[in-house]
């Protein structure tokens, strides 16, 4: 009976450390809301100055949305990351989850607060900018549903494994994690900005959805490309450490 007894007392309980998570969890919140807020703001700035000018290509516009969201999750993850882990990603929460850096609760306070992050970006990016908010993503015209998702499983497992290799794995270049990270948002944005809007994150395809009102269909792609995308990148990580 003594043996049980120190067994049960020396075992963590689920919820030993729910003080914690929820204070981890709201800086999250704020961290997400700061990250996209510069993501999206960007986004929509360079749609507005297209939109009043005739001289920038595609091309360009391009390369300023994936430098615009690659930059602000380099800057945030780099703010925030030695209070929260920097994610501001559900999908990289459920990565980390798999492997065993955060436990189930943090891990559903932590999605709630990035899916909640994202509305309030969205949010005040239309409440600050004028005109509607440009930062929805959607399938270009040809491309089919199954393309859509596995571009962004694809992209979305690039993240992880940044995120695994250079912050969860921890080494000599840790501190410079979150260039690593935001270059392969920027290289993802690169591939898929085009293509599907490059989401790599349902927070930042959910927050402008929800504002506007879900404008297009098909937005469940935005959950299941990145969520097939966490498991890809979750399981090469754990062959790798095999």
Known sequence: M???SRTQ???PGLFDTLRADCIAAFIEFVGTTFFLLLGLGGIQAVTGETASSTSASNIQLVMYISLCMGFSL???AWLFYRVTGGLFNPNVSL???LVGVIGPVRFVLYCIAQLLGGIAAAALVLALTPGPLSANTFLQTGVNAAQGVFIEAFITAAL???VLMLAAEKHQATPFAPIGIGLTLFAGHLFAVFYTGAATNTARSFG???V????FHKHWIYWLGPFIGSLL???FYALLKQ
């Open 212 to 215: 506007t009102g879900f404008p």
């Open 160 to 162: 992880v494994l940044a």
């Open 233 to 235: 990148g979750a399981g």
């Open 95 to 97: 990565a980390l989850l």
């Open 2 to 4: 003594a043996w049980r």
């Open 9 to 11: 007392t020396t075992r």
């Open 74 to 76: 380099t800057v945030a």
């Open 208 to 210: 402008p959805a929800v």
